[in-house]
């Protein structure tokens, strides 16, 4: 937590302010008691109705003005607490984005999102308590044992004995209670990434009529999550009874031993009643610190959950090279004996490759399903950096590039098309964002999907619902590649992003970009032989190893693994035509 508290500074006036105010509403309930012990002892006993009504005045005015202190107080802790939860979000949520995708892979997306919400929360909720009643309850807690004090030495020994014994009950719930909630908070996001899944599979669970399995399975889990949390509420409900029946017994010893001082003229019945309201107000601020124990415990352990992510860092170290331009005769990209393996894995995804692409160049990517196509193309624009040998990018290793400046240089169109929530042009203009709308509809014209926006009624000005739902799988993927070649990348990857598409609207589509793209170097994958057929260099992948490389003719003659997925896609007489 300490780690976290930086996101206060900003806040430090705020941070100061509430508990003072705490602090000063306490020290107006404790003059309190006081009061009430004077009517007793002068007003009643001497039968004085006029110093009755300025007592009671007196009390009444202390009441108003803790309540002032008090509503000024919960105004700047609940301040300070927003504030702290804002920069904290905004903190995480940017370190998260400087992750690379080997540690995004590692930690996963479910326990992200529980950390970034619910995680935050409890945090947020726990400064807020913090401010309000970290100083408050001890504050009551010391103060009333010190004003028992200068009314009774001897009595006050029973407030010695009863505030450790309830204190050590608080501690020892707290120890048992830490870990169960942080059990609560895995819980928690194996729940978020079961409903996630399911989100996003609903199609397929429903097609399988699973609805049932995943059902039970997610009752499973919420049981489990109920279960944890009735036991942790279990233990913490303890800590009200426990500290009432400790503090009511103190108040018996007090009535018991003060009855026997008050016979002997030690002390007044106002001093008995002053002393018992005492402990009553230890009692509140005690069940105070328990609610605020049990609060603090769930945020100390998000914060723990929230510090694991910020200690995790990207293993990918940003480089600084902002200016770079491509010399005439030289390749865009170079693959120089590239073997990489994904972090945890076992056995490399890709192993010794070595290609180099030339500017205008269309590059095919084939191979069967895990052969590597993906995560060769994800090394260019440096998603994943190589475990061994290098990738350039006009001449320039593509570590040696700011992160920005190598993906300006790309235009990427990733397998699953992903639409943001907003309209068609807002989509368009990622990779541009001044990008005027006459380049705007180039883009669509050339990813063939110039049609179905000019039917839409608003136009460019559209709306995209989340996940781009209100749009069919080929539109979704046409929509996609025109977002990309906005800007007129450099290089284009298209990662198996027509495979929603027509034959038809497939080779009209290549063409286009092909025409239209200049002396940018484009990247096909795909599993479909006519897709990569008439690109200037084909790479055929096998288990991450580059087994062929070559034009469509000469890899039907000498790469028998190209043959095998063209035979597998055509007819012998299919084969020999194309």
Request: with cysteine; net charge positive; hydrophobic share 45%.
């Amino acid at each position: 937590m300490k780690q976290m508290l930086q996101y206060l500074k900003a806040y430090k006036k705020e941070s100061i302010i509430a508990p003072l105010f705490k602090m000063l509403e306490a020290s107006f309930e404790l003059l309190v008691p006081i009061v009430m012990a004077n009517i007793i002892d002068v007003g009643i006993q001497n039968g004085d109705k006029p110093y009755i009504w300025r007592m009671c005045a007196l009390m009444i005015a202390l009441g108003v003005l803790g309540l002032v202190c008090s509503l000024t107080a919960q105004y700047f802790a609940a301040k300070a607490a927003m504030g702290f939860g804002t920069a904290l979000r905004k903190a995480l949520f940017g370190h998260i984005n400087s992750l690379s995708y080997n540690e995004l892979d590692q930690i996963g997306t479910p326990t992200l999102i529980t950390r970034m919400t619910s995680d935050i929360n409890q945090a947020q909720t726990g400064v807020n308590m913090m401010l309000r009643l970290f100083l408050r309850s001890p504050f009551i807690v010391i103060g009333a044992v010190v004003m028992a004090f200068t009314i009774s030495a001897k009595l006050t020994i029973i407030f010695l004995i009863a505030v450790p014994l309830i204190g050590l009950a608080i501690y020892l719930i707290m120890r048992i209670t830490v870990p169960i909630y942080k059990k609560v908070q895995s819980i928690l996001d194996q729940i978020v990434l079961h409903t996630r899944e399911n989100y996003v599979g609903a199609r397929v669970v429903r097609a399988f009529s699973r609805e049932k399995d995943e059902t039970e399975q997610f009752d499973e889990i919420s049981g489990n999550l109920k279960n944890t949390q009735l036991y942790a509420g279990k233990i913490s409900a303890l800590m009200n009874p426990i500290t009432y029946v400790m503090v009511n017994i103190a108040i018996l010893c007090i009535l018991w031993f003060g009855g026997w001082q008050v016979q002997i003229g030690s002390v007044s019945q106002g001093q008995i009643v002053a002393l018992v309201n005492y402990m009553n107000q230890i009692l509140l601020a005690l069940v105070a610190l328990a609610n605020l124990i049990v609060a603090v415990t769930r945020a100390l352990v998000c914060a723990i959950r929230i510090n694991e992510v910020f200690r995790v860092n990207s293993s990918m170290k940003e480089g600084a090279e902002e200016k770079n331009t491509q010399e005439s005769g030289k390749p865009r990209v170079v693959f120089d004996h590239v073997t990489f393996t994904y972090g945890g894995a076992q056995e490399a995804s890709l192993t010794d490759i070595s290609f180099s692409a030339m500017p205008g160049e269309t590059v095919g990517i084939i191979g069967g399903t895990g052969s590597g196509k993906s995560t060769l193309v994800n090394l260019i624009p440096r998603f994943y950096d190589a475990t061994k040998g290098s990738v350039t990018v006009d001449g320039q290793d593509v570590k040696a590039y700011t992160f920005r400046h190598l993906r300006e240089k790309i235009g990427v169109v990733p397998q699953k098309a992903v639409l943001f929530l907003g309209t068609i042009r807002s989509n368009l203009q990622w990779r541009k964002k001044d990008a005027k709308e006459r380049e705007l509809w180039k883009a669509l014209q050339i990813a063939q999907v110039e049609e179905v926006v000019k039917k839409k009624q608003k136009g460019l000005d559209e709306k995209v619902e989340t996940g781009g739902r209100n749009f069919s799988g080929g539109q979704r993927q046409r929509l996609t590649i025109a977002r990309a070649l906005v800007g007129e990348p450099e290089i284009l990857i298209l990662d198996d992003s027509a495979s929603a598409l027509d034959f038809a609207t497939d080779a009209a589509l290549r063409r286009s970009i092909k025409e239209s793209t200049g002396n940018a170097t484009v990247f096909l994958v795909s599993q479909r032989a006519a897709t990569v057929k008439n690109a200037d260099q084909i790479l055929v992948l096998d288990d991450g190893k580059l087994v062929g490389k070559g034009t469509h003719e000469e890899l039907l003659k000498n790469c028998n693994v190209y043959k095998e997925i063209c035979m597998s896609q055509f007819s012998s007489q299919e084969v020999a035509q194309l």
